[in-house]
């Protein structure tokens, strides 16, 4: 990394109001069938040089939530209660004009495709001196420079070169370090990354997780990472919330989610993973069933059905993440039975099918 | 929804005591084949052997003056046997060949070289209305169940439609077989007429299975199966192929980029770069004494659900990019990123070879000229995080 550290110092300044604070946030998508509740009260809070990995399967609700912070929902989703503070201040309250100024300056997007992101008929260098000159009002030749610094910054060999490339000329790796470059062009005190290395192959997703880790490090940028992969989490996150279902059903500090999960989900989640390190031929272990429909959200417990814990409060009344204030909360009635029962009970083995 | 798959299936598998934490079982544990059904023993001709098989697709660029015709280079000279009742792992990264090479074998590309024979019949050459009688035998599921089923059509359609194209079995009797495999697959027979749209993923990823499955074949080429699932169904589906093959002793070609997922499920795997096999070896070897540094890059980039393990990792870094398979380079062809690579690995293409090495088996074979030093430990470049032998 060639910027000096001084110029990649995030704009955030004050060190005790969080950078985010994320309270009661609901979203729903409204389809022909219905309300989709997608995002179900999830509170959270990220400080300066923080990473929090949102995790979860699909439909679980950590991309709408991302998106909800940057107030990016497609036309069919909508906030319907909570309230989103950055810098202490609502996000909820600005205007779009507003908005706009602070995606892309203030908070940094790194997408899950980079293709489906750059402009095909702009070279890389165009769309660097672009959201240079809006946001900076750097233009000409400042702007050129700092482009390649860029460039580099993010690994490109051959800045010079790579600033004159069309999308299609360089490979995936490449083009996700551009979106890099354009997420932090502008030093964001926020930093989304939405599964920024599912589209690539194995070698260059450790090249980019790296990277993000390193750069947001050096900028000392608070850093939402969404992924649906353990093993990114482990490598990279400092908390980690755990979402189902559009809830967040388990908030705690890296090591702890890993060594003592306390939400029977996280368990299974943890367990059917499979794991390089441990092979154990021919055996699987599942969480049976399904996510649930979102369109009829049930009272009670939304893992209940798939649980292997689940007791009759769990059917009928909300679990909410409990203990309140500590640092690792989960939203489950059984939780202190859990704890020590065993992890394997929860998975059902491949034998006993 | 239970996932109540395969009665009887357990039988082969080792009892584990359902309370008790899983055993770590680090690729070390020599000789573990707990839960794998021993291949079908009685005939020693490979179910499918591929012989030095070429595949190059023509492809024409068009510049301002001339019309340049080039090829690309997918497969060039890949020798692959796949033994009766295995699972054959393939592994590499985007464009190394591993699903054109799952193609051929699956008789929907004739290679441009060599010859694949399937229980001796060599379908490189074989006449289109050979092949075609001969296809019901080995079948293929895709990685993308949102793309690969017909959404006009229904699930008993679906399913039905091999039985109706290869001729198999009497027509009123085929709404019996439809319902048995839908039982088999863990599909539920009073869904036989509802349409791919209506199902999730994983649901449409059995359905794709059951249609496989309805011509009996001997061979499924399984291309990326749970590639695009949830980590949770990909489990749920993973164990479903584990016991189908128990119990139809069914030989698997499985291609994956996942090496975790591969080796829970293969006996033996095949790693693939820019259209060439560097290393083929039993999964115990594999993972106990990768001696191909792709193979160990590979590795390091797989990601670890421990924290600790995680960080404390040191990765091997590999630099440049995936030569282009038009112009593959000469000499080893992953000699331009390769950490450990000398002078002769530029110059000289290394053929698959035998490597005695601690943790190797017979019949490993690797396509490197240092294995010698990688086994050996002396090249730090390759000084892994994982603990091989």
């Known amino acids: 990394m060639t910027l000096q550290a001084d110029r990649l110092t995030t704009q955030a300044s004050d060190t005790t109001t969080p950078v985010l604070d994320v309270r009661g946030l609901s979203a729903s998508f409204f389809t022909r069938r219905g309300e989709v509740r997608a995002v179900r009260d999830v509170s959270f809070s990220l400080r300066q040089g923080e990473t929090l990995a949102l995790v979860g399967e699909s439909g679980s609700g950590k991309t709408a939530t991302a998106m909800s912070i940057l107030r990016m929902l497609p036309t069919s989703g909508e906030i319907r209660g909570g309230e989103i503070l950055f810098n202490g201040e609502s996000l909820l309250a600005r205007t779009e004009r507003q908005m706009e100024k602070i995606r892309g300056r203030q908070i940094g997007l790194i997408p899950q495709d980079p293709s489906a992101s750059l402009n095909p008929l702009m070279t890389a260098g165009e769309h660097l001196t672009e959201l240079l000159a809006v946001h900076l009002g750097l233009h000409g030749r400042a702007a050129r420079d700092r482009s390649i610094e860029l460039l580099e910054a993010v690994g490109i060999p051959e800045p010079e070169s790579r600033f004159r490339a069309y999308p299609h000329q360089l490979s995936g790796g490449m083009r996700q370090r551009v979106m890099i470059a354009l997420a932090i062009a502008c030093r964001p005190a926020l930093l989304i990354a939405d599964e920024p290395t599912t589209a690539l192959d194995s070698t260059v997703q450790a090249q980019i997780l790296e990277l993000i880790a390193t750069l947001s490090r050096e900028m000392n940028t608070a850093t939402i990472l969404i992924t649906h992969n353990l093993g990114i989490v482990a490598g990279l996150a400092d908390r980690v919330a755990v979402m189902y279902a559009g809830r967040m059903v388990e908030f705690a500090p890296r090591n702890e989610l890993f060594e003592d999960p306390h939400h029977p989900y996280t368990v299974g989640l943890l367990e059917c993973v499979p794991r390089v390190d441990r092979i154990t031929p021919g055996e699987f272990q599942t969480i049976p069933g399904q996510p649930p429909d979102l369109l009829r959200v049930e009272p009670g417990c939304s893992f209940a059905p798939r649980c292997a814990f689940a007791t009759d409060p769990c059917l009928t009344e909300l679990p909410v993440l409990t203990p309140e204030e500590a640092d690792h909360r989960a939203a489950c009635w059984n939780q202190r039975s859990l704890a020590g029962a065993g992890s394997s009970a929860v998975g059902s083995s491949s034998t006993t099918a | ?361 017979p019949g490993d074979q690797v396509a490197c000229h240092r294995a010698e030093d990688v086994s050996g430990g002396t090249l730090s470049a390759l000084g892994s995080d994982l603990r091989w032998s």
């Open chain 2, 1 to 361: 929804m239970t996932e109540q798959i395969a009665p009887g299936s357990g039988a082969q598998n080792s009892p584990t005591d359902p309370t008790a934490p899983t055993a770590p079982t680090a690729p070390s544990a020599a000789g573990r084949l707990g839960g794998f059904a021993a291949p079908v023993a009685g005939n020693d001709v490979p179910l499918v052997d591929a012989r030095d098989v070429q595949m190059h697709f023509p492809v024409s660029r068009t510049t301002l003056l001339r019309n340049h015709r080039e090829v690309v280079h997918a497969l060039d000279g890949v020798s692959v046997s796949i033994r009766r009742g295995e699972t054959l792992g393939l592994v590499g990264e985007t464009g190394c060949g591993k699903s054109t090479l799952g193609r051929v074998i699956a008789g929907l590309y004739r290679p441009t070289a060599g010859q694949v024979r399937f229980d001796g019949v060599d379908i490189a050459t074989l006449p289109q209305r050979e092949l075609r009688s001969l296809r019901q035998r080995f079948q293929i599921v895709f990685q993308d169940p949102f793309l690969s089923l017909n959404p006009r059509m229904t699930v008993g359609a679906l399913i039905g439609e091999g039985l109706a194209i290869h001729h198999i079995g009497p027509p009123e009797q085929r709404g019996a077989r439809v319902a048995e495999l839908m039982d088999l697959v863990g599909l539920r027979r009073e869904q036989v007429s509802r349409y791919p749209h209506e199902f999730s993923g994983g649901q449409r990823q059995r359905i794709a299975i059951a249609r496989a499955l309805a011509p009996n074949p001997d061979l499924i080429v399984l291309d990326e199966p749970v590639s695009s699932l949830d980590v949770s169904i990909q489990a749920q589906i993973l164990r479903l192929l584990v016991d189908l093959q128990h119990q139809l002793g069914l030989t698997y070609l499985l291609i994956g980029h996942d090496l975790a997922v591969i080796g829970n499920m293969c006996h033996r795997v095949a790693v693939m770069y820019l259209g060439r096999i560097v290393e083929m070896a039993e999964r115990e070897s594999l993972y106990r004494a990768p001696l191909h540094p792709y193979t160990r890059s590979l590795f390091s980039a797989a990601p670890i659900p421990d924290p600790t393990i995680e960080r404390a990792r040191r990765r091997i870094v590999l630099h440049g990019e995936v030569p282009s398979p038009i112009h593959p380079p000469a000499g080893c062809r992953f000699a331009s990123r390769c950490p450990v690579a000398i002078d002769r690995c530029r110059a000289e293409d290394p053929l698959l070879r035998e490597v005695a090495a601690p943790g190797r088996l």
